[in-house]
């Protein structure tokens, strides 16, 4: 018997697909064209595939480096440097994406220095509690964070020192009559008032601002920062502000003509531009508050404690309120803003005369979210470790009762263990060190924070290779493979020394994984 040939009509198949003798020409023009629109998907399937397979092909040589480290340690200004080092062109076309999130941290800080002083009933006493004998809800405050009510130790504070405060007392102002004179904390507080009803509609623009950025969604804890952000939120701000209307993406070839002119093409975002106008408006209010002497004050007894995004935004309220203002790049380096889950970046680098892609991995920090670090840890040839050691004075914001050296200790020691990355490349930066100097030279005690540090001279030197050497230590006991630990003191917001470690941290990249895999 003869074995049916795939082609043959006695093949069963064939036989099975072969149109029925009544079939009309209407149904004949119906079948052919769903075939015809298989067979197109089916090619489309298979350039998919080829491409993806072209892909993987090049990726192998790819660099995959993951940016690590608590929130707030300063890893999204790193991958800014990376971005202006190696992609400036895009760091310009998200300048006005950025002008948003700079009016959300001058709103945000607004609200955050009024709350305080809200807290403290718009006074500070020069008689008043020592820190160790604080409420825990008074030392949330003093750290940074705001009690959803203050403290009832903190009000009985103010009370008390109002009425018992001789200092308050040595100078006075005529009133509006010239018959009574109150006392300059009494005229303090009430100035404060003042600026707090002329504030007050920016202050409630904070919420607005803050849906522009998130697209509205709201993450449980979001810390100081007020905000988190995913991946791509440039672009969406912009789709936020025109009511999420789509718009036909171009393609590849016209992409970067058409990012170019975003700002020509698209509209201002009315919202944006209200703030703005709000801003010029207040520029006297809000400079009147930040040099007010009872802000000062509360700055200089650490009741009032700010990020160095805050305060760079409020000493330079005047040109940031400017109707023509245009976010610098030293702007942009400091605007803060919380990364949720994982951004991508991607940056060709060159070396020895070879180009190299670079996956630049930069990861949400806080406890929440670490988990969503691990799927990248499987492929990863670098990481650099982001640690803030300016934040010995510092606590949690998700845990008040840690401190945030201690926390960036325990997270770099499961770096170190953590049987996936025990080939990896490993980085670290001890950031902010120019906040470190601001704080020592203001007097702040390592050792009040930190008991361990003992009666160590309280200077710059000794403490920064106090905190290295505890890394190191961390670093040495969970190193079987005996890999190198490269450690840079860095502050990622000065643009020059940072390149200049990102040149070096390129190189040892190379020396110590590209080499093996034949591209140096």
């Known amino acids: 018997m003869r074995t049916p040939s795939l082609y043959s009509q006695d093949d069963p198949i064939t036989i099975a697909m072969k149109p029925p003798s009544t079939e009309t020409d209407e149904e004949r023009t119906a079948r052919l064209a769903a075939e015809s629109e298989a067979k197109r998907i089916s090619e489309q399937i298979d350039e998919e595939l080829r491409e993806e397979r072209e892909r993987l092909r090049k990726r192998k040589g790819d660099v995959k480096l993951l940016l690590l480290g608590q929130a707030e340690s300063g890893k999204s200004t790193l991958q800014k440097q990376f971005q202006l080092m190696y992609k400036p062109n895009s760091l310009d076309q998200e300048r006005t994406s950025w002008k948003t999130v ?58 008390t020192a109002m009425q018992s405060s001789p200092a308050s007392l040595a100078r006075s102002e005529a009133s509006g009559s010239g018959n009574h004179s109150v006392s300059s904390k009494e005229s303090g507080a009430q100035q404060i008032a003042s600026l707090r009803r002329k504030l007050s509609p920016i202050i409630a623009a904070e919420e607005q601002l803050a849906d522009r950025l998130s697209g509205g969604i709201n993450v449980s804890g979001s810390g100081k920062g007020g905000v988190y952000v995913r991946s791509g939120w440039q672009a969406r701000t912009i789709e936020n502000a025109l009511g999420k209307i789509k718009t036909k993406r171009p393609s590849t070839a016209t992409d970067k003509k058409a990012r170019d002119s975003v700002s020509q093409d698209i509209p201002p975002d009315p919202l944006v531009q209200e703030i703005g106008r709000m801003l010029e408006v207040s520029e006297a209010d809000i400079r009147a508050l930040w040099n007010h002497p009872t802000v000062r004050a509360m700055i200089a007894k650490r009741r009032l404690k700010l990020d160095e995004w805050s305060e760079f935004f409020l000493k330079h309220i005047s040109r940031v309120s400017s109707p023509d203002y245009i976010p610098t790049t030293d702007d942009i380096l400091h605007a803060r ?51 803030p050691v300016s934040a010995f004075d510092q606590y949690l914001e998700e845990d008040p009762r840690t401190n945030r050296i201690d926390d960036s200790l325990q997270l770099f020691t499961q770096i170190c263990s953590n049987a996936l990355l025990k080939n990896v490349h490993l980085v670290l930066f001890l950031n902010k060190t120019d906040l470190l100097k601001a704080k020592l030279e203001q007097g702040l005690k390592v050792r009040k924070y930190i008991t361990s540090f003992g009666e160590r001279s309280n200077d710059y030197e000794t403490v920064v290779q106090y905190f290295r050497a505890h890394f190191l230590q961390v670093h040495r006991r969970n190193n079987e493979n005996r890999r190198v630990l490269y450690t840079h003191f860095t502050s990622v917001v000065d643009t020059k020394a940072t390149q200049r470690i990102i040149g070096n941290v390129r190189d040892s990249i190379f020396r110590g994984y590209l080499q093996s895999a034949a591209l140096v």
Do not use: C
């Open 337 to 387: 803003i919380q990364t949720m889950g994982v951004a991508e970046h991607i940056f060709d680098v060159n070396i020895h005369g070879k180009s190299v892609t670079w996956h630049l991995y930069d990861v949400g920090g806080a406890r929440g979210q670490r988990h969503s670090w691990v799927p990248y840890f499987d492929d990863a040839n670098a990481i650099i470790f982001v640690a």
């Open 102 to 159: 700079i009016y959300f941290n001058v709103v945000h800080t607004l609200k955050h220095i009024l709350t305080t002083l809200e807290a403290w009933d718009d006074v500070l006493d020069d008689d008043d509690i020592p820190d160790d004998t604080t409420s825990i809800s008074t030392k949330k405050l003093m750290r940074g964070g705001i009690s959803d009510q203050p403290s009832p130790s903190a009000s009985l504070i103010s009370e």
